[in-house]
């Protein structure tokens, strides 16, 4: 019981439910290893009522907590306070300079903001936190509007060098937004990699979340490029010569898009760009870009300065490196100090053409622009963990419990922040990582937004069924969210498919956060649950936004009337992670599976389940008046598709950019690794022959589906009508 109750102190859960009603417990070795990456020896009986004595005297002697997250126009939560005093003094401080008496009674009126709390009680003692006042909501979208989502890499202009890069970005927004009314861009996560042999292509286990890639950087659009004396000119040419052939490998000769030799032309060309001296309006620009980025930055491009000489696994560093306050790090720091500016003067041309593309779009009419994604966590061996590891927890990996649908669970290989450590720094590393995000942002998606109130740790060494939820303060998370978002005046859309805890959903609509809806998986699972009794099924409900695989078709849900979707949404048809909706339709997402060895049944039973799905969803579509065309018109069902999604009160619509040019390929397969070239494949139409920006600007295909969409949208219901009883 001690144990237990320790591990519930620190938000350790010792069990869990793979599905409805069934509840599994956590293993106890696991439980020890969570508390030690907490900083908590629950090894042995003696040593679990030691920590619990430690704990409870801390308590008592503890005036103020180490952050105090309220939202204004409410009350603080119950236990915002627990250790204060009724006849406590509270002053804040706020970040503009005031000092303001505080009582926190019935509604907080305190200034949004990052202030300073003092308390003092009687007998002298007094104490002091970090207090976040957020709005109370995140910012609205402007009306329903629609958008394309892009993985930036695989959009190739005739101007990229491999991949797609911030140029191809502005361009896109400028066309989308006056040609289409498109009023966002989706993007994959933009940061900055691991380099490797070969670098990890996944956007999704990056060094960093703080800093984007300068690999996205367009050479040419640097303006020092152009003033290049003729010898150092000659080399760039060169260089550029190079880049288009890789360019053409890409778009004409079937070669996959190679992110590392993409890199090694940008960085050579880049090295001689930086030969020519800033001007001084430039010199200032940056300048106040290394002030505003402070420690932050510096640890960024000190850790790539060093991973140059020494790889990229910072825990296979020479003596002393490995922290990044040691005197040896401060020392080989200096050794570099040419480098470590290399890499800072990256980062702000990159964040400088960042800035471009958000203005592109806002200036073409958008009313939201860029849709940055954040990634879960990042690599363990990156910049991040490197310069912050007080707040990751050593040994620990983000995963995913067994459930019906992964019942081995999931390692994603990438060390959770640690609550207790956030809480103690403010919650500075998180407040930064959004405010560095939001920089050149209308929009934030948060990719597995349920991460924002607990995350399945898994200890170093064993599998993934052998972790444990721990919990975060889902408040505190989402009022540091509320707070970046509103300065930034950004809108904030959640990635919740897949199993989510009761009552999140809830938590985040009550707070402005746009879930994710993807049509497949919209079904009327209230329907099939109110009816399961009368069957005799015993059927349990299936977790939103998934469907098992093997269920039986007679027991899949009916998809969901559009006017029942909930109006708090990004509405799409599919994702990267998923197939293209052109593959959906005609079956090639099961053959391609097939070929790969993924299917777990036999080809024909699979082929036959998903024609009935299909058949089902054509049969809805040609129902409700939106499959004009016979059924084996692709173009316009994947037209009606998008109908549907305008039939819908979603306040958000995306456009996956593949389904305009009939794409059949995913960007990514799940499951797979070399067997499947995920995130290394430009955009291609029906034939798979690569498409460029110039292509697709000039699509006939493109521009059907993007017409049809804007009319029926024009057409749709309100905003949140027929939204009733859904967040």
């Known amino acids: 019981m001690g144990r237990a109750r320790l591990a519930a102190l620190h938000g350790v859960a010792t069990s869990y439910e793979p599905s409805p009603g069934r509840t599994l417990r956590v293993p106890e070795d696991t439980v020890v290893a969570v508390l030690a990456a907490l900083g908590v020896d629950a090894s042995t009986p003696q040593a679990v009522r030691a920590a619990l004595d430690r704990w409870e005297r801390a308590e008592r002697e503890r005036l103020l907590p180490p952050s105090v997250v309220v939202t204004t126009g409410r009350p603080p939560r119950p236990g915002t306070l627990p250790g204060l005093p009724e006849d406590a003094a509270l002053r804040v401080r706020t970040e503009t300079g005031q000092t303001l008496d505080w009582d926190p009674g019935p509604a907080v009126t305190l200034p949004t903001g990052c202030h300073t709390l003092h308390a003092e009680a009687p007998g002298g003692r007094s104490g002091r936190a970090v207090l976040i006042v957020a709005p109370e909501r995140m910012p609205e979208p402007p009306g329903r509007t629609h958008g394309f989502l892009v993985q930036l890499y695989s ?119 930086r030969t020519v001296p800033l001007g001084p309006g430039r010199r200032a620009a940056y300048c106040a870009f290394l002030a505003e980025q402070g420690q932050a930055l510096d640890d960024h491009a000190t850790w790539c ?77 990156g910049a991040d963990v490197w310069a912050r590891q ?54 934030l998606r948060i990719d597995h937004v349920m991460g924002l109130s607990r995350l399945w740790w898994v200890p170093e060494g064993r599998r993934p069924t052998e972790g444990a939820y721990v919990r975060y303060d889902t408040e505190a998370m989402l009022g540091v969210l509320a707070l970046e978002a509103h300065r930034a005046g950004a809108v904030v859309v959640g990635e919740d498919l897949g199993t989510v805890e009761p009552g999140m959903r809830d938590a985040l609509a ?53 006017e029942r979707w909930r109006a708090g949404c990004l509405a799409t048809a599919t994702t990267h992670d998923l197939p293209s909706t052109a593959a959906r339709l005609t079956g090639e997402h099961v053959e391609l599976r097939h070929r790969l060895g993924l299917l777990t049944r036999p080809l024909a039973e699979e082929q036959a389940e998903d024609a009935v799905e299909t058949a089902e969803w054509l049969a809805v579509l040609s129902e409700l008046g939106l499959l004009a065309g016979g059924r084996g018109d692709e173009e316009e069902a994947v037209r009606a598709v998008y109908r549907f999604l305008c039939r819908t009160p979603a306040r958000m619509v995306g456009v996956w950019l593949p389904d305009c040019v009939g794409d059949r390929r995913p960007q990514n397969l799940p499951g797979t690794w070399d067997e499947y070239p995920n995130w290394r494949l430009p955009v291609a139409d029906a034939a798979g022959r690569p498409v460029t920006l110039e292509d697709l600007a000039a699509s006939p295909r493109l521009h059907a589906l993007m017409t049809d969409l804007a009319g029926h949208l024009a057409a749709s219901p309100a905003d949140g009508a027929g939204a009733a009883g859904r967040p």
């Open 155 to 273: 959009l190739l202009s005739s101007r990229s060098w491999g991949m797609g890069d911030l140029g191809d970005l502005a361009e896109l927004a400028a066309w989308s937004g006056r040609e289409l009314g498109t009023g966002f861009l989706q993007l994959n996560p933009l940061h900055a990699a691991v380099p490797g042999n070969p670098t990890d292509p996944s956007p999704y286990r990056p060094s960093s979340r703080r800093f984007p890639d300068p690999v996205h950087l367009r050479v040419e659009d640097v303006p020092e490029y152009v003033r290049l004396p003729a010898p150092e000119r000659e080399r760039a040419a060169a260089v550029a010569a190079r880049a288009e052939a890789l360019r053409e490998g890409v778009l004409r000769r079937g070669a996959l898009i190679d992110r590392d030799a993409v890199w090694r032309l940008k960085r050579e060309a880049l090295e001689l760009v």
């Open 305 to 381: 300065a060093l991973a140059e000489i020494h790889g990229p696994d910072w825990r296979q560093w020479p003596d002393g490196l490995s922290d990044p306050r040691s005197p040896q790090a401060a020392r080989a720091r200096g050794e570099i100090l040419d480098r470590v500016d290399f890499h800072c003067w990256l980062a702000w041309l990159t964040d400088s053409q960042l800035g471009t593309a958000q203005r592109s779009a806002l200036d073409a009419g958008m009313p939201i622009g860029l849709v940055h994604d954040l990634a879960v966590g990042v690599h363990p061996s």
């Open 390 to 443: 007080d707040v990751y927890a050593t040994g620990m990996s983000v995963g995913a419990p067994p459930d019906a649908f992964t019942p081995h669970g999931q390692d994603w290989g990438l060390p959770p922040w640690r609550p207790d450590a956030l809480a103690a720094t403010g919650y500075a590393p998180y407040r930064g990582l959004l405010r560095g995000l939001l920089r050149h942002a209308g929009a």
């Open 510 to 562: 009550e707070r402005g956060v746009l879930g994710t809806s993807v049509l497949w998986f919209e079904r009327d699972y209230e329907e099939r649950d109110a009816q399961a009794p009368a069957a005799g099924t015993g059927a349990s409900p299936a977790p939103a936004g998934t469907a098992a695989p093997g269920a039986a078709v007679r027991e899949r849900p009916r998809p969901l009337p559009p």
